[in-house]
């Protein structure tokens, strides 16, 4: 990318500060010519900042020279005072002196195609900017410091080894190569095989960190179902009436808890109904349940098992509501809590089960091999390659390294090694302007 662009990297509006970053060939020019020349690199200078005989601000200015800065490119900051006329200004004196402003994430896209991070890298600094929970950013400052690229690399390093072992007896068949050589390359493609096969039985995890984990209500009417989502939501999101079917579709909140992001979704009553408006939400919430990673059954004391209890799976939560009325026996075969929404009771050793259950299924040793629904795709063709090419490695090593090479180039593709350009658009417009 030839030309220069700025952005304003804070938040818009009436502010204490505003920063304005410029990157791209022609930064200094722009510098000299706003009252900023000759600025020692990676230190703040105040400033005069003025354009065609107009005063724009006194100005904090930092010049990052290139290839050592963000986007490996010639870059700078513009710290201004935040409001919107001065920015406005300066934004006009830019655009006057040839800069243009910056696309949707061009200044983390330029720092991917000059080398500063990889594609995974990259996708990191967009899941940081929108963490909102301490495990999104620890997640997310694990992958900007290349712990996912760190897996891949692993992934292909292996799968690399196995591939010059094959490319050997194929290349090279009347050298000194040992014989069958490509059999030894069996080994290293079945530890391979096992490897991807547990980042794919973990891939939920990473993309339930980034994304919320989902846990649904489910229960027949005038359970309480309602009643405990407002309790857990601590606000009055769902309509409260004694009468049965109120809830007509499904609710969500997202919330957090025990520091993940979690989406709480509230349901209609699970019964069969002649209403067409209540039969669609009672699909809906059927729908949902099969969705969630949790389903909270809530069961007010003296109702059967009910519809409900065929949506209830090993591992979920029986909640019997309504305990300050009458205390339910709970059963002996699953875990069970009684709360009631109108003492509080409960509620506490409620939201502890929920955190505890998040910790186990959400954190883990090793760092997850998956955090989109992008990677998952690209470790399923890899694995199916990599499958493909240990059957075809008995019959015949040169179909062998075809499947190899084909698990190479998806596994590359995740950290954009190589093939990228038909995502990288997908990729980068999801970033804010600025970065």
Known sequence: MSDTVFALATPPGRG????????????DEALDALGAPSLKPRLASLRTLSHAGGRIDEALVL???????????????LHL??????????????????????????????????????LAQAEAVADLIDAETAAQASQALG??????????????????????????EIDFPDEEVPDNLACTAGPVLDGLIADLNAAL???GRGERVREGYRIVLIGETNAGKSSLFNALV??????VTPIAGTTRDVLDADL?????????????????????????????????????ELRLWVRAPGDPDGVAADYARSGDLLVLTKADIDRAAPPLDRDAIA???????????????????????????????????????RLEEALAAVVAGRRALDLAPEMAGDDLRRAAEALSRVTGAIGVEDILGEVFSTFCIGK
């Open 16 to 27: 204490a500060i505003a920063i304005l970053r410029l990157s791209g060939p022609r930064t």
């Open 63 to 77: 010049r990052f020279p290139g290839p050592n800065s963000y986007t490996g490119e010639d870059c700078a900051e």
């Open 81 to 118: 005072h935040g409001g919107r006329a001065v920015v406005e200004a300066a934004s006009r004196a830019l655009v006057a002196l040839g800069l243009r402003p910056a696309d949707p994430g061009e200044f983390t896209r330029r720092a991917f195609e000059n080398g500063r991070m990889d």
């Open 143 to 168: 992958q900007l410091g290349g712990r996912l690229s760190e897996t891949y690399t692993g992934f292909r390093r292996d799968l690399l080894k196995a591939l010059a072992l094959v490319e050997a």
């Open 201 to 203: 039985a973990d891939a």
């Open 234 to 239: 601590a606000r009055e999101a769902a309509i």
């Open 256 to 292: 957090v808890i025990g520091g993940y992001a979690v989406t709480l979704s509230d349901t209609a009553g699970l019964r069969d109904s002649a209403d067409v408006v209540e039969a669609e939400g009672v699909r809906r919430a059927r729908a949902r349940a099969e969705q969630a």
């Open 339 to 377: 709360v009631s929404t109108e003492t509080g009771e409960g509620l506490a050793a409620l939201h502890d089960w929920i955190a505890a259950r998040l910790a186990r299924d959400l954190s883990g040793a090793d760092f997850p091999a998956v955090t989109r629904e992008r990677h998952r795709l």
